[in-house]
């Protein structure tokens, strides 16, 4: 007969049978399934059998007598396999006979057994405690047996939503345990089985080390146990919620001790407080490297206050995400400027990129820019940047990280799906909760919005209702709009479009200058070039590549900064009076039912322009532009030319042909476009500057030297400096236009080409240009084509610009400078140089660049506005050289005459393109 052995009990499988598991050793320990020697209980439902009568409430009697408590057992026989064996079993405390229990409840049989030295020394007292139950018709011998047949089915999800409705919590017990993670239970008093996950933790699979400890853990303290289920939310997997026994919360525990991460995606529905309690949880378990945590590194804090606030007032919606806000100005920054920034821990669907012709949006995107523009354009917004990121390249405006903020306007109450509702102050919040955006997922420890949980609130309570991107039954609308710009031949077909209508509603999409924009008419799903007619704003800088290819005019970059910051992404009117050669719309805007040219005219940020558009306008506009001329608003604190006069004085002061500068041998560094190249017109002073530098790097260190740039010497050239670039065996000079250490990219003013200079070398590769050559005149410059235009449609720009190219490639002209314009730009025409026409001291205009590229239809030419009077007489025989083209039908014209019918529907030349110094 084998020894007693003590343990404690597990579980009960049925009404005779319990599982003991023994004392932990380095791990779970290991268990004994013990079936009750001489006990027929009622059998359990399985697969392959039914249930007996009263087989639940014969387990349950000895669940509730012997789950958790210390017993001793001795094991009679074994059994058919190993760990299953039959033996006695007795409770520690007052040494209960669980067997005779059962036995004497009347919720198990005895089994006969005829050879005596097989009986158990109480099997005499388990007969007559059997009869006796029998005759008192007890447990299992009752005579209803139908009473003792229980129908358990698996709660359903509507069943679950409609138990939530009416409370959270409910008595169960737990009949399995999966992982430590995860539990079936049965609903007491309700015969329903239910898959249960605990929400907010995640705990390590059970056949990892630390995921089979965590399954014992829960295992010894929750099986077969009594407890208080609460039900928060139903998934496809199962009802999330939470397993409640009177020592506390399992949730809780499993994280404190280290063997479960906090899930906080889960746990959205649940108060905050209750939240912060499981992070704190989770804080201690990794300070203490518990388990899970056990190779824990602290990660880089996240921060709890934002890094700076400011208020402002939102300028432009860029995307449903991205914003650009001009900060109010301060006593420390009484100048701010512009401030892109991203809406914190949010992601919008995607607009799709303009050069993208499919408009290829992400469903949504279009709703939610919209949105957020009809939310925030123009208003007072409080911003909170929180954190930044790196940029995978750098912007425009030289910004290497983008910054990350929550933006807050004032409570309104504005249409939400079902019903008018005051929403929340924060954009961002305001998007998700419309399903409009989606919340980030951010590492542990990654820095994310202060507002994050609530974002994670209204995003749940967004998906829960289905709306928007949430909603994968509903089709998102499509947008597709016709691009106008640049296209004159569809913008003439608009053109009576808008002429049929008094006003068209339309919204500012972007501003070039303060009287120049780029609007999106949602009337004809068209986005234009439109111009106010007889207006003029200052130009801005053209920047190309980094360079400022173009230059601007006093007052522009002010001018289109006040036109932005009432105007870009407004509602508006506009009235097309006519479309010019280019597809530019020209006419009248109205912002809140005023014509915008009276303030644009009062502001300074705009004046009256020359051309016959200019007598349309009237004494009203024209007193409102004295008035500010008079006070200096504006452009007019700068002194302007006036146009009409330097047109007289240019006509006065005309040289003939033959007297004009030429620039001899000129070569072409480079092509613009089909009238825009850079000439080289003199000898670069490479060999003078050579020799000097070359000097002063020999000589001895106590010699005046120079300074040498480079990370060696760990000085870098600042923007804008002159400096001398060692290249092709010579130094060179040239002006440093951005800074990238070890890199530098230079703009060799001789040559007007670009270059990135390494400067990792020992040997030096760039010095600061002594002052003697710094002072000298570059020997390249940017010009104009005289008397030409390039040509309006796009399929024709590229294929002139190469045969601009081509013509000048390895050839070198006399440039003849006809004149300049009012902004100081060169017009030259392109002649063959002296060398290749012997005896002929004068080449003719006919022979020049000008007159073949309009001669083979990749140029036309230019308007009577745009050239001083003076030199009409050439005007004209360019016309003559255009008439050849368009018989001929060459390129440009091969589908027809591509001119307005009026003269005066021409636009500004170029308007967009200039001389780059």
């Known amino acids: 007969m084998a020894s007693?052995?003590?343990?404690?009990?597990?579980?009960?499988?049925?009404?005779?049978?319990?599982?003991?598991y023994g004392t932990p050793q380095g791990g779970p320990p290991p268990e004994n399934q013990i079936t009750l020697e001489c006990l027929l209980a009622p059998r359990m439902r399985s697969a392959d059998t039914t249930e007996e009568p009263y087989a639940w409430e014969s387990r349950d009697f000895l669940r509730r007598k012997c789950v958790g408590k210390q017993v001793r057992f001795q094991i009679t026989r074994p059994g058919m396999q190993?760990?299953?064996?039959?033996g006695s079993v007795f409770l520690v405390e007052g040494n209960e006979n669980l067997a005779l229990s059962c036995v004497a409840e009347g919720w198990c049989d005895v089994k006969e057994i005829k050879d005596a030295a097989r009986r158990p020394s109480y099997y005499e007292d388990l007969v007559r405690a059997r009869n006796a139950a029998k005759e008192r018709k007890i447990g299992k011998w009752q005579e209803n047996h139908a009473a003792g047949i229980h129908d358990i089915a698996e709660l359903r999800d509507e069943e679950a939503r409609e138990m939530m409705e009416k409370g959270r919590e409910y008595p169960a017990i737990i009949e399995s345990i999966p992982s430590a993670h995860s539990f079936r239970v049965l609903l007491k008093g309700q015969w329903k089985m239910l898959n249960i996950m605990l929400n907010g933790v995640q705990c390590p699979p059970s056949r990892e080390a630390v995921g089979a400890e965590a399954r014992y853990f829960v295992e010894v303290r929750l099986l077969n146990r009594e407890v208080t289920v609460r039900m928060d939310d139903v998934t496809p997997q199962g009802v999330l919620g939470a397993i409640l026994v009177p020592q506390g919360d399992m949730t809780l525990e499993l994280i404190r001790q280290g063997f479960g991460r906090f899930t906080p995606a889960s746990i959205r529905t649940l108060p905050k407080a209750y939240s912060d309690s499981l992070r704190a949880a989770e804080r201690d378990a990794q300070q203490r490297k518990a388990r899970v945590w056990a190779n824990w590194v602290p990660p880089v804090v996240a921060s709890t206050t934002a890094r700076r606030e400011y208020h402002g007032i939102c300028v432009e919606v860029i995307s449903g995400d991205t914003v650009s806000v001009m900060p109010a100005p301060t006593a420390t920054n009484p100048h701010p400027r512009e401030e892109r920034l991203s809406l914190s821990s949010i992601r919008a669907p995607?607009?799709?990129?303009?050069?993208?012709?499919?408009?290829?949006?992400?469903?949504?995107?279009?709703?939610?820019?919209?949105?957020?523009r009809r939310l925030l354009v123009g208003q007072q917004v409080r911003v909170r940047v929180e954190y930044t990121r790196p940029l995978s390249g750098v912007t425009p405006d030289g910004a290497t990280e983008r910054e990350f903020a929550s933006i807050y306007v004032g409570s309104v109450s504005v249409p939400s799906p079902s019903l008018l509702v005051a929403h929340p102050p924060n954009v961002a919040e305001r998007l998700v909760s419309d399903g409009l955006a989606t919340v980030q997922r951010h590492k542990q420890g990654e820095e994310r919005a202060l507002d994050y949980e609530m974002l994670q609130v209204s995003e749940e309570a967004a998906r829960k209702a289905n709306l928007r991107v949430h909603n994968r039954s509903q089709e998102a609308p499509v947008h597709r709009f016709q691009t106008l710009v640049g296209n004159p031949r569809l913008a003439k077909e608009y053109r009576p479009k808008f002429q049929r209508v008094q006003r068209a509603h339309a919204i500012v999409?972007?501003?070039?200058?303060?009287?120049?924009?780029?609007?999106?008419?949602?009337?004809?799903?068209?986005?234009?070039?439109?111009?106010?007619?007889?207006?003029r704003a200052p130009n801005v800088d053209r920047i190309q590549a980094g360079r400022v290819i173009i230059p601007g005019e006093p007052y522009g970059p002010e001018a289109l900064s006040e036109a932005r910051l009432h105007l870009l992404n407004r509602e508006v009117e506009i009235t097309v009076d006519t479309v010019d050669q280019r597809g530019n719309f020209i006419g009248t805007l109205f912002f809140q039912g005023k014509n915008i040219a009276s303030r644009l005219l009062a502001d300074g940020l705009a004046r009256i322009g020359g051309g016959p558009a200019a007598r349309t306008v009237g004494d009203e506009l024209r007193a409102i532009e004295e008035a500010a001329r008079t006070a200096k608003k504006g452009l007019w604190a700068f002194p302007l030319p006036d146009?009409?006069?330097?047109?007289?004085?240019e006509e006065e002061r005309a040289p003939a042909p033959e007297s004009r500068p030429v620039y001899r041998n000129a070569s072409v560094t480079d092509v613009i476009d089909g009238a825009t190249v850079c000439i080289q017109i003199a000898t670069p002073p490479d060999q003078a500057i050579t020799a000097h530098i070359d000097r002063l790097l020999a000589a001895p260190e106590s010699a005046p030297t120079v300074a040498v740039y480079g990370v060696r010497g760990g000085r870098m050239p600042e923007p804008n400096a002159m400096v001398a670039v060692r290249s092709e065996g010579v130094w060179r000079r040239a002006k440093v236009l951005d800074v990238d250490a070890p890199h530098a990219?230079?703009?060799?003013i001789d040559y007007d080409t670009e270059s990135d200079v390494d400067l990792s070398p020992s040997t030096p590769v760039m010095v600061a240009l002594p002052e003697e050559f710094v002072k000298q005149d570059p020997c390249a410059m940017c010009c104009f084509l005289a008397f030409l235009a390039p040509p309006p449609q796009e399929e024709f720009q590229g294929r002139a610009t190469e045969h601009l190219k081509q013509l000048t490639n390895d050839r070198v002209y006399d440039a003849r400078l006809e004149y300049l314009d009012h902004r100081k730009r060169r017009y030259v025409s392109l002649l063959p140089a002296a060398d290749e026409r012997p005896g002929q001291p004068q080449a003719s205009l006919q022979e020049s660049l000008n007159a073949i590229m309009v001669r083979a239809g990749l140029a036309m030419a230019g308007s009577e506005e745009e050239v001083p009077r003076a030199f009409h007489t050439e005007l004209a025989a360019i016309r003559q050289e255009e008439a050849v083209a368009n018989k001929a039908h060459a390129n440009l014209w091969s589908y027809g005459d591509v001119r307005p019918d009026e003269?005066?529907?021409?636009?500004?030349?170029?308007?967009?393109?200039g001389g780059r110094r």
């Not at 007693?4 to 003991?20: H, L, M, R, W, Y």
């Open 350 to 372: 995607r607009l799709a990129p303009r050069t993208d012709e499919m408009q290829r949006n992400e469903p949504w995107a279009w709703e939610a820019r919209d949105a957020l």
């Open 745 to 748: 990219l230079v703009n060799y």
């Open 643 to 649: 146009e009409q006069a330097d047109q007289e004085d």
């Open 509 to 535: 999409e972007a501003i070039v200058t303060a009287s120049r924009f780029r609007v999106f008419v949602p009337q004809y799903d068209c986005v234009i070039s439109f111009v106010l007619g007889a207006l």
């Open 4 to 20: 007693f052995q003590s343990g404690k009990v597990k579980c009960v499988t049925s009404g005779a049978t319990i599982i003991i």
């Open 903 to 913: 003269e005066e529907q021409r636009g500004p030349r170029r308007g967009g393109r």
């Open 82 to 86: 190993p760990g299953r064996d039959y």
